[in-house]
T-cell receptor
Framework: QKEVEQNSGPLSVPEGAIASLNCTYS??????FFWYRQYSGKSPELIMF????GDKEDGRFTAQLNKASQYVSLLIRDSQPSDSATYLC????????????FGTGTKLQVIP | DTEVTQTPKHLVMGMTNKKSLKCEQHMGHRAMYWYKQKAKKPPELMFVYSYEKLSINESVPSRFSPECPNSSLLNLHLHALQPEDSALYLCASSQGGARETQYFGPGTRLLVL
């Protein structure tokens, strides 16, 4: 079982729709959860982080964490073509607090 | 300001060359990281420096040699690389602590011929 799992996609949504990206993790001791956006050929850009169960909203982005189900998600409202990118889920742990494990990423395509 | 800078942006080297990648941050972060990323794959952790000391080495071959001269600078010395080492090399930094977030630099795209 992979430590951090994501559906590789591509996930295609029409412009203006809500994109829902999902991630599951295997280590129940994980404490911190991150979403990075990565455009082709560029470096990952941090867009959200969440530590506690529940929802965290920042502009068009909402991160949701359910530690009991070991599940974290990212919702993108009013999706724009510029949101088309690969979204990486990252989890702190296992292996110590400095080690962040990345999922393989979900490619999102927003269709104009 | 969450800027991490990396030089060079692109690097082409032969298998007998010695080169270095550089990373710099002025955010006062105490932890710095090197990642390697191949196409369509997630970043893979190589090294972690915490308070200028090497704290994690993910069993990286010795042809990669990290160095942290001070809290703002991180180098990756390259020697006798193989073509399969061609990748995007990413530097990141973070404040340190269990909940801290990592910020990435723009990366160095390395091609080994």
């Amino acid at each position: 079982q992979k430590e951090v799992e994501q559906n590789s996609g591509p996930l295609s949504v029409p412009e203006g729709a809500i994109a829902s990206l999902n991630c599951t993790y295997s280590d129940r001791g994980s404490q911190s959860f991150f979403w990075y956006r990565q455009y082709s050929g560029k470096s990952p850009e941090l867009i959200m982080f969440i530590y506690s169960n529940g929802d965290k909203e920042d502009g068009r982005f909402t991160a949701q964490l359910n530690k009991a189900s070991q599940y974290v998600s990212l919702l993108i409202r009013d999706s724009q073509p510029s949101d088309s990118a690969t979204y990486l889920c990252a989890v702190r742990g296992p292996g110590g607090y400095q080690k962040v494990t990345f999922g393989t990423g979900t490619k999102l395509q927003v269709i104009p | 300001d969450t800027e991490v800078t990396q030089t060079p942006k692109h690097l082409v080297m032969g298998m007998t060359n010695k080169k270095s990648l550089k990373c710099e941050q002025h955010m006062g972060h105490r932890a710095m990281y090197w990642y390697k990323q191949k196409a369509k794959k997630p970043p893979e952790l190589m090294f972690v420096y915490s308070y200028e000391k090497l704290s994690i080495n993910e069993s990286v071959p010795s042809r990669f040699s990290p160095e942290c001269p001070n809290s703002s600078l991180l180098n990756l010395h390259l020697h006798a690389l193989q073509p399969e080492d061609s990748a995007l090399y990413l530097c990141a930094s973070s404040q340190g602590g269990a909940r801290e977030t990592q910020y990435f630099g723009p990366g160095t795209r390395l091609l080994v011929l």
